[in-house]
């Protein structure tokens, strides 16, 4: 009995010894297999994510597209910062030029500023490349910067740009057989020497001149690709003028230590609109030269009347004047609205020197009839004068002028070598004629002369200026 219970003792033990083993064993199989699992799934994972990139790639192919055409136009092969067939014959390179707008053009600053488009044509046999359908390769400005191009520039030119929105207007096309068109969107502001002698009846002939930097002649020749053909236009509206003439032309340039150089000029010729200028200048002008003629039907003894119109018509011109002066250079000629507007204002400036003729030449005759006896004695000098600084003639009592012989005016004369029995000669008068001191006692004795004389003199005076000014300056 006590046999028995040993021995169920020592297998009670022997479980409760190796039951926690068990346990161990049959977790760590499990896990052996839920780590290989996970290893197998992510293994697999990356080998798909691999496919998928790889197919990516394949369908996204910019980059190993651009190593294709690098390696097609074999650019790493070749030294593109020297010209194509260095040391050879000059390369000849076709310029063609279209013209979008002419943006501004300023008087005060002698300069313009134009957006065109700016052609290239040349061949460079490095960049040839095998096709069988003879189809051109089109690029952006990302490829020029690794490939030579004409470095072409604008004499004279005050201010230039590319157009960069939204990338750099910059196009370069190559052919099989190492053709390339080289196209650019530029805006430029160069100089144009403009003669203001005829302003604003001018005519200005400005340029837009291209030339290379580096490459004298033994290295490039410039040329227009299709002759006159080769400077195209839109149709452009200017406010102050009208494009007469757009040609292009070429020639040689001189520098003593570089050598000669071809360029090449884009002429246009413009013409200045005159109405605006009719407008704002001339025809102003006019109307204060018409109103100083007022002041001749005032009557004389209106001193402040016509001393006011005077005046004002003088500081009116002056305006005018100025404001002109102050919107063109400071050039050291005369122009023509200059010629224009200083003889009006002169034509101003006499009407009011014509009033104080008058006025002068009033007093004058006053004073000699108060000398002569011929006013009365209670007339207070003092008083007149005081009111409009001259003496009214309706209080100066005037003798009147005596009557001439019958005999003299009679229409019935003899001449000097007639007989004095011969009967009188019928229609013949004998006048003498007046010497100038008479003619200017007549005028200071009868001073409204002046105004009766002014009132034809000046109209027909102007006239006479705008008739020589006009057919001048508008041939």
């Known amino acids: 009995m006590n046999a028995v219970l040993l021995a169920v003792k020592w297998l009670c033990l022997i479980w409760a010894v190796t039951w926690p083993v068990t346990m161990v064993t049959g977790i760590r199989n499990p896990g052996r297999r839920r780590h290989k699992d996970v290893y197998v799934g992510e293994h697999s994972k990356n080998k798909h994510r691999g496919r998928i990139d790889h197919k990516l790639m394949r369908q996204d192919s910019t980059k190993s597209l651009l190593i294709k055409t690098e390696q097609l136009l074999r650019i790493e092969e070749h030294d593109f910062a020297m010209r194509p067939g260095f040391g050879g014959a000059a390369i000849p390179v076709g310029i063609d030029v279209q013209v979008e707008s002419i943006d501004s053009i300023s008087e005060v600053n002698m300069d313009f500023t ?31 910067k ?30 099989p057989d190492g053709s390339i068109l080289y196209s650019v969107r ?22 837009l001149e291209l030339e290379s930097y580096a490459y004298n002649e033994n290295d490039l ?28 032309s070429s020639g040689l340039a001189f520098y003593s230590s570089t050598g000669w150089y071809n360029r090449l000029y884009i002429n246009f010729i413009l013409r200045r609109h005159i109405f605006f200028f009719m407008l704002q200048t001339y025809f102003p002008t006019m109307l204060m030269v018409l109103l100083s003629w007022v002041s001749f039907w005032i ?32 050039v050291s000629y005369v122009k023509a609205v200059d010629i224009y507007l200083w003889t009006s204002f002169l034509f101003v400036f006499l009407s009011v020197i014509e009033y104080a003729a008058v006025n002068y030449c009033s007093t004058l005759e006053e004073m000699r009839r108060l000398k002569r006896g011929k006013l009365p004695t209670s007339y207070n000098t003092s008083k007149a004068m005081a009111f409009d600084g001259c003496f009214h003639d309706s209080d100066i009592e005037l003798t009147p002028f005596p009557r001439l012989p019958t005999s003299m005016t009679s229409s019935h004369h003899r001449t000097p070598l007639q007989n004095p029995e011969d009967p009188p000669i019928e229609g013949t008068r004998l006048r003498r004629q007046r010497s100038v001191q008479e003619n200017v006692d007549l005028l200071l004795s009868n001073s409204y002369l002046i105004d009766s004389y002014s009132r034809m003199a000046f109209p027909l005076s102007y006239l ?12």
């Open 299 to 330: 009557d004389r003894r209106a001193v402040p009347a016509r001393v006011s119109l005077g005046i004002t018509t003088v500081l009116t011109m002056s305006t005018i004047i100025t404001g002109v002066s102050s919107s063109m250079p400071q």
């Open 114 to 144: 134009m957006t065109l488009y700016l052609r290239h044509y040349w061949k460079d046999e490095r960049l040839a490349f095998p096709s069988r359908s003879n189809v051109s390769r089109t690029f952006d400005g990302r490829l020029v």
């Open 146 to 175: 690794k490939m030579w191009v004409p470095d072409v520039f604008f004499v004279h030119s005050k201010r230039s740009f590319i157009h960069d929105t939204t990338m750099e207007n910059i196009m370069i096309r190559v052919y």
């Open 221 to 248: 020749m410039l040329y227009w690709k299709n002759g006159n053909e080769s400077l195209r236009t839109d149709e452009m509206v200017l406010s102050q003028f009208f494009i007469k003439k757009f040609h292009p």
């Open 186 to 207: 530029i805006t430029v502001t160069a100089l144009c020497s403009m003669d203001f002698s005829s302003f604003p009846l001018d005519t200005q002939n400005c340029s």
């Open 464 to 475: 006479l200026f705008n008739t020589i000014y006009w057919s001048m300056y508008s041939s």
